[in-house]
C-alpha cells in the first residue's frame, strides 16, 4: 500500500526538527528539506527521505516537494538582510509559487498569533503575506498560529547568569501570555499533516500562561541564583536590542513586533484552539542541558 510521504523545512531549527522527529516517532515518511549536506546525512541516518534546496529556489523547491501529500513551511527571518519585508517578501512568492507548482494538497504554515493583520507587527507582517500567498494558490492551509514560545528564554539566558537580570520588553511583567513549547508545536504540526482539515483554517496553538515575573523566578530556580527584573521602557526597546549586537533594521522590526503585542494585536483570533501543557521548567531545563547556555 502506497505510504503517504510528508516534506518537512526548518529541520535543522526547533519546529521543523520537532516536526519531522514526530512522524519519524509514528513510521511516517518524510522528506526532510535541508541546506547542506551535513544536515542531509543526519536526517538520512534518522531515517528520513532528504533533498537540498533554497526556499528562495522556487523550481528546485517545487521538485523537491512534488508527490509530496502535505507540506510543513516556516518564513525564516533574516536578521541580517538589508531590507527584511524584501527577503520575507521574495521567500513568500517562492514558496507559493512552488506549491501551486507542485499541486501539493495541503500545507501547514508556522505562522503566528497577528498573522491576520497585514501591517504594524514587525516580522509577523511577512506571515501574513505568506498566508495570503498561499491561499491564493487554492491549496489547503492550516496556518498555525502560536503566541510566544516558552524557548525564547534562551535569549535572556546570557543576561541572567552573567549579570543576574531578566530583561521585559513591555509596560510591565505581571501581564500572563500563554508560551508553548517548539516540541508540542512540532506534534501538532504532524498531527495536521496527518489528518488535514476539510477546509483552511488557522490554528492558536496556545501553551501555559505566565506572567515575565513568573517566567524569570522559574529560571532562578532553575540557575539557582536571585535574578533582578528590569523592565525597559519602550522607547529603550530599539537600542537595548542595537547593543546586544542586532543590526538596527531588525531592531526596529522587533520593537514594533513588542509594541504589536502591547497593543494586542498578537491576541488569538484564529479559528479554532489546541491547547498544549509542557511547562516552562521541562523546557529551561532542556535548554540549559542541552548546552545553549552551559
Known sequence: MHQNIYAVAGVTGKVGSATA?????????????????????????????????????????????????????????????????AHADALASSIATAVAAAAVPHVVMLSSGGADRAAGTGPITGLHRLEEALRATGIRLTAMRPGHFQEKISDALDTAQNEGVYPVFAASADVSHPLVATQDLGAVAADLLRDPPQ????????????????????????????????????????ATLIDAGLPPQAAAALAELYRADEKGLLAPRGDRTIRTDTPLETTITHTLAAGHHA
Open 21 to 85: 522527529a514526530r512522524l519519524l516517532a509514528t513510521n511516517d515518511r518524510v522528506r526532510a528539506l535541508v541546506r547542506s549536506s551535513a544536515a542531509a546525512e543526519e536526517w538520512s541516518s534518522r531515517g528520513a527521505d532528504t533533498r537540498i534546496v533554497d526556499l528562495g529556489d522556487a523550481v528546485a523547491l517545487e521538485a523537491a516537494i512534488t508527490g509530496c501529500a502535505g507540506l510543513f513551511i516556516l518564513l525564516p527571518f533574516d536578521l541580517s538582510a538589508d531590507d527584511p519585508d
Open 199 to 238: 477546509r483552511n483554517q488557522s490554528v492558536d496553538v496556545l501553551g501555559p500562561e505566565y506572567t515575565e515575573r513568573q517566567v524569570a523566578d522559574i529560571l532562578a530556580r532553575v540557575l539557582g541564583r536571585e535574578l533582578q527584573v528590569v523592565v525597559l521602557p519602550e522607547e529603550a526597546w530599539a
